[in-house]
Protein backbone atom coordinates (compact mmCIF):
# COMPACT_ATOMS: atom_id res chain seq x y z
CA UNK A 1 0.00 0.00 0.00
CA UNK A 2 2.91 2.55 0.72
CA UNK A 3 4.66 2.16 -1.97
CA UNK A 4 1.36 2.55 -4.42
CA UNK A 5 0.85 5.48 -2.43
CA UNK A 6 4.15 7.02 -3.30
CA UNK A 7 4.28 5.90 -6.75
CA UNK A 8 1.41 7.75 -6.89
CA UNK A 9 2.43 10.78 -5.65
CA UNK A 10 5.64 10.66 -7.96
CA UNK A 11 3.04 10.46 -10.78
CA UNK A 12 1.30 14.05 -9.59
CA UNK A 13 -1.47 12.85 -7.80
CA UNK A 14 -2.62 14.31 -4.36
CA UNK A 15 -4.69 12.89 -2.12
CA UNK A 16 -4.46 11.52 1.69
CA UNK A 17 -4.74 8.24 3.07
CA UNK A 18 -5.82 6.99 6.65
CA UNK A 19 -5.03 3.77 7.61
CA UNK A 20 -7.02 2.72 10.19
CA UNK A 21 -6.28 0.77 13.07
CA UNK A 22 -2.90 -1.40 14.39
CA UNK A 23 -0.77 -4.44 14.32
CA UNK A 24 2.24 -5.80 14.25
CA UNK A 25 3.68 -4.35 10.98
CA UNK A 26 3.16 -0.85 11.83
CA UNK A 27 6.60 0.10 12.68
CA UNK A 28 7.51 -1.24 9.49
CA UNK A 29 4.75 0.48 7.65
CA UNK A 30 6.59 3.55 9.52
CA UNK A 31 9.40 3.27 8.37
CA UNK A 32 8.51 2.90 4.81
CA UNK A 33 6.26 6.19 5.36
CA UNK A 34 9.86 7.89 6.91
CA UNK A 35 11.53 6.89 4.06
CA UNK A 36 9.33 8.17 1.45
CA UNK A 37 8.42 11.25 3.05
CA UNK A 38 4.97 10.54 2.97
CA UNK A 39 3.82 12.31 6.75
CA UNK A 40 2.08 14.86 4.96
CA UNK A 41 0.12 11.87 2.70
CA UNK A 42 -0.47 8.89 5.17
CA UNK A 43 -1.38 8.84 8.87
CA UNK A 44 -1.84 5.97 10.08
CA UNK A 45 -5.38 6.15 13.42
CA UNK A 46 -3.75 3.44 15.66
CA UNK A 47 -6.86 1.35 17.73
CA UNK A 48 -10.33 2.80 16.75
CA UNK A 49 -13.99 1.94 17.91
CA UNK A 50 -16.45 1.18 15.24
CA UNK A 51 -17.79 4.68 15.42
CA UNK A 52 -14.56 6.10 14.45
CA UNK A 53 -14.01 3.61 11.59
CA UNK A 54 -17.93 4.92 10.99
CA UNK A 55 -16.26 8.38 10.92
CA UNK A 56 -13.24 7.52 8.78
CA UNK A 57 -15.36 5.86 5.95
CA UNK A 58 -17.64 8.43 6.09
CA UNK A 59 -14.86 11.67 5.26
CA UNK A 60 -13.37 9.53 2.59
CA UNK A 61 -13.89 8.64 -0.86
CA UNK A 62 -13.49 5.45 -1.30
CA UNK A 63 -12.04 2.20 1.18
CA UNK A 64 -8.84 0.80 -0.03
CA UNK A 65 -8.30 -3.10 1.81
CA UNK A 66 -5.33 -5.03 -0.53
CA UNK A 67 -5.78 -7.96 1.67
CA UNK A 68 -3.73 -11.43 1.05
CA UNK A 69 -5.88 -13.35 2.86
CA UNK A 70 -9.62 -12.43 4.24
CA UNK A 71 -12.87 -14.34 4.15
CA UNK A 72 -15.43 -11.79 3.67
CA UNK A 73 -14.54 -8.84 5.31
CA UNK A 74 -16.96 -6.95 7.57
CA UNK A 75 -15.28 -3.31 6.65
CA UNK A 76 -16.06 -3.80 2.66
CA UNK A 77 -19.95 -4.70 4.01
CA UNK A 78 -19.31 -1.26 6.45
CA UNK A 79 -18.03 0.62 3.42
CA UNK A 80 -20.87 -0.27 1.26
CA UNK A 81 -23.70 0.22 3.33
CA UNK A 82 -22.32 4.09 3.55
CA UNK A 83 -22.14 4.35 -0.23
CA UNK A 84 -18.04 4.08 -0.26
CA UNK A 85 -16.88 2.45 -3.61
CA UNK A 86 -14.04 -0.71 -2.63
CA UNK A 87 -10.61 -0.99 -3.66
CA UNK A 88 -10.09 -4.49 -3.02
CA UNK A 89 -8.28 -7.84 -3.64
CA UNK A 90 -9.71 -11.23 -5.66
CA UNK A 91 -9.21 -13.01 -2.34
CA UNK A 92 -12.44 -15.32 -1.24
CA UNK A 93 -15.66 -13.89 -0.81
CA UNK A 94 -14.57 -10.44 -1.67
CA UNK A 95 -15.75 -10.65 -5.53
CA UNK A 96 -18.78 -11.71 -4.42
CA UNK A 97 -20.01 -7.94 -2.96
CA UNK A 98 -16.95 -5.93 -5.35
CA UNK A 99 -17.52 -6.05 -8.90
CA UNK A 100 -14.85 -3.66 -10.76
CA UNK A 101 -15.95 -0.79 -12.23
CA UNK A 102 -19.42 -1.06 -10.96
CA UNK A 103 -19.13 -0.57 -7.16
CA UNK A 104 -15.16 -0.34 -7.34
CA UNK A 105 -12.13 -1.96 -8.21
CA UNK A 106 -10.56 -5.76 -7.74
CA UNK A 107 -6.81 -6.30 -7.97
CA UNK A 108 -4.69 -9.27 -6.96
CA UNK A 109 -3.32 -9.44 -3.84
CA UNK A 110 0.45 -8.80 -4.36
CA UNK A 111 0.36 -6.61 -7.42
CA UNK A 112 1.67 -2.94 -6.40
CA UNK A 113 1.14 -2.32 -10.30
CA UNK A 114 -2.60 -3.44 -10.25
CA UNK A 115 -3.08 -1.75 -6.80
CA UNK A 116 -1.49 1.51 -8.34
CA UNK A 117 -3.79 1.45 -11.65
CA UNK A 118 -7.06 0.87 -9.16
CA UNK A 119 -6.08 3.93 -6.98
CA UNK A 120 -5.11 5.83 -10.12
CA UNK A 121 -8.70 4.93 -11.66
CA UNK A 122 -10.41 5.95 -8.09
CA UNK A 123 -8.83 8.74 -7.68
CA UNK A 124 -9.67 10.29 -11.03
CA UNK A 125 -13.19 9.56 -10.94
CA UNK A 126 -15.56 12.22 -10.69
CA UNK A 127 -17.28 12.29 -7.88
CA UNK A 128 -20.82 11.93 -9.90
CA UNK A 129 -19.25 8.50 -10.24
CA UNK A 130 -18.01 7.55 -7.61
CA UNK A 131 -21.55 8.43 -5.82
CA UNK A 132 -23.50 5.86 -8.73
CA UNK A 133 -20.45 3.15 -7.21
CA UNK A 134 -21.48 3.96 -3.72
CA UNK A 135 -24.73 3.60 -4.76
CA UNK A 136 -24.47 0.48 -6.51
CA UNK A 137 -22.49 -0.98 -3.65
CA UNK A 138 -25.19 0.11 -1.10
CA UNK A 139 -27.62 -1.84 -3.39
CA UNK A 140 -25.11 -5.09 -3.23
CA UNK A 141 -24.53 -5.50 0.02
CA UNK A 142 -28.58 -4.87 1.13
CA UNK A 143 -28.95 -7.65 -1.59
CA UNK A 144 -26.53 -9.97 -0.40
CA UNK A 145 -26.51 -9.27 3.23
CA UNK A 146 -29.19 -7.59 4.51
CA UNK A 147 -29.23 -8.50 8.04
CA UNK A 148 -33.95 -8.28 7.79
CA UNK A 149 -33.73 -10.27 4.70
CA UNK A 150 -30.97 -13.27 6.08
CA UNK A 151 -33.58 -13.14 9.23
CA UNK A 152 -36.09 -14.17 7.40
CA UNK A 153 -34.47 -16.86 5.52
CA UNK A 154 -33.37 -18.25 8.90
CA UNK A 155 -36.66 -18.64 10.77
CA UNK A 156 -38.19 -19.65 7.78
CA UNK A 157 -35.63 -22.30 7.88
CA UNK A 158 -36.60 -22.60 11.86
CA UNK A 159 -40.34 -22.95 11.06
CA UNK A 160 -39.79 -25.41 8.33
CA UNK A 161 -40.94 -23.42 5.30
CA UNK A 162 -37.45 -22.83 4.12
CA UNK A 163 -36.49 -24.09 1.26
Same mark, same amino acid.
Given at each position: ? *??????????? @? /?????? $??????? %?????? =? %?????????? =? %??????????? +????????? @??????? @???? *?? +???????? !?????? $??????? =????????????????????????????????????????? /? !??? /????? =????? @??????????
Amino acid at each position: M *IEAVNQLIQQG @L /RFEMVL $AGDGEMR %TEIEAL =I %TAYGLHDVVS =I %TGWISSAQVRA +EILSSQALV @LPSFAEG @LPVV *IM +EAMALQRP !VLSTYV $AGIPELV =ISGENGWLFPAGSVAELVQAMCNCLTTPQVKLRFMGEAGYA /R !VLE /RHSID =IEATK @LASLFNGSGK
